[in-house]
């Protein structure tokens, strides 16, 4: 999403060292653009559309909000929906806005528009939720107000922009390390990756950054595989052109730590995807996937065999000549490995 820059403080996880792979970490500028709603400002000329123009362009909007807040619990679907909308642009708009919202009370009944029926009701629900989120502030109050288990349930029967500003709530509610385990277990996964899989570019990023982030956490890592991450993630990968590799590559590096995701990464033709982007990918990409290429090579003799048939060398051995000091570190790591006898014998010793 892009409306608003991140906050550089927001994404703490973003800084985390991937010691396992010995990547340098980049992946802050991959996974850059998941913040508050981009939907259009005011929709008609009406006058509460006026009176959201005044308010939001003085500092007198606390009579309002509290307003709003009430409407909230109307008997009147209809003054629901326009406070909710009216909640959610002011909570865009102005970052000051998120705190007055939130200690005005709005959080419970927004968590309980978020379980409405009416789609478009949940919709803004949703996305006022995502939009108070973007403060840190307001994000244990959210998660402790009972939003997880409703978010969840938007990203899977949601809206499309419902479905995607859901996954950009969850990704600001896993920034508190805790949330990251409650979040798994209230089925954020497998919804993740079917909206990784099946929707559009901006639903794609979302997916993939909410994953990035739930899946420093094993037992997330354990259900997005079981639920067909590999899948989608090798197809991205796959596509050189679009914005999507950097994004993918960086969620593989986290499951390769799983056997299973690497059997799955096999299975998925992720071998030859990864050699292609050594021989041809940007320096970060060459760098995270051969790291990828060693962890899968290390303690298994077939998995060598199927990449240096790839013809991973050629590029591997260029790479030990023009990557980054990390990247030349681990190519000559994987070239040895590939350079070893491949008997059963000599694999056992």
Do not use: W
């Not at 200690?103 to 949703?126: H, T």
């Not at 909410?210 to 090798?234: D, F, H, I, T």
């Not at 050594?278 to 990449?307: F, N, P, S, W």
Request: contains cysteine.
């Amino acid at each position: 999403m892009d409306t608003e820059s991140v906050q550089s403080g927001g994404f703490t996880y973003m800084g985390r060292k991937f010691s396992d792979l010995g990547i340098t970490d980049d992946s802050s500028s991959a996974f850059s653009d998941c913040n508050s709603d981009r939907s259009g400002e005011f929709p008609t000329a009406s006058s509460q559309s006026r009176r959201l123009f005044l308010a939001c362009a003085s500092d007198n909007s606390d009579e309002l909000i509290s307003q709003l807040v009430s409407d909230l619990d109307s008997d009147n679907i209809d003054e629901q929906k326009q406070a909710a909308m009216e909640l959610r642009l002011l909570a865009k708009n102005k970052p000051d806005n998120r705190i007055r919202i939130a200690r005005a009370g709005a959080i419970k009944p927004l968590v309980s528009i978020v379980s409405s029926n009416d789609p478009q009701l949940q919709e803004y629900g949703v996305t006022a939720i995502l939009n108070l989120s973007l403060c840190d502030e307001n994000k244990e109050e959210i998660a402790y107000s009972g939003a997880i288990k409703p978010l969840v349930r938007a990203l899977r029967v949601g809206t499309s922009t419902a479905r995607e500003n859901a996954a950009c709530a969850l990704l600001r509610l896993s920034q508190i390390e805790e949330n990251k385990t409650v979040i798994g277990r209230s089925g954020a996964i497998a919804p993740l990756v079917s909206l990784l899989e099946s929707g559009n570019i901006r639903g794609k990023k979302d997916a993939c950054t909410a994953l990035y982030s739930l899946c420093s956490v094993r037992e997330n890592k354990v259900k997005a595989v079981q639920a067909g991450v590999m899948k989608p993630v090798v197809e991205m990968m796959a596509d050189l052109g679009s914005n999507m590799v950097d994004k993918s590559a960086f969620v593989l590096s986290l499951l390769v730590s799983l056997p299973e995701a690497r059997a799955a990464l096999v299975e998925e033709g992720g071998i030859p995807v990864l050699v292609e982007i050594v021989e041809v990918g940007t320096h970060r990409q060459k760098e995270i996937a051969v790291a990828i290429l060693l962890q899968l090579c290390e303690d298994c003799l077939a998995y060598r065999t199927m990449v240096a048939r790839e013809g991973a060398i050629p590029p591997l051995v260029a790479l030990t000549q023009t990557g980054t000091s990390r990247a030349k570190q681990k190519a000559e790591a994987l070239i040895e490995l590939l350079r070893q006898p491949r008997s059963g014998n000599a694999a056992a010793n």
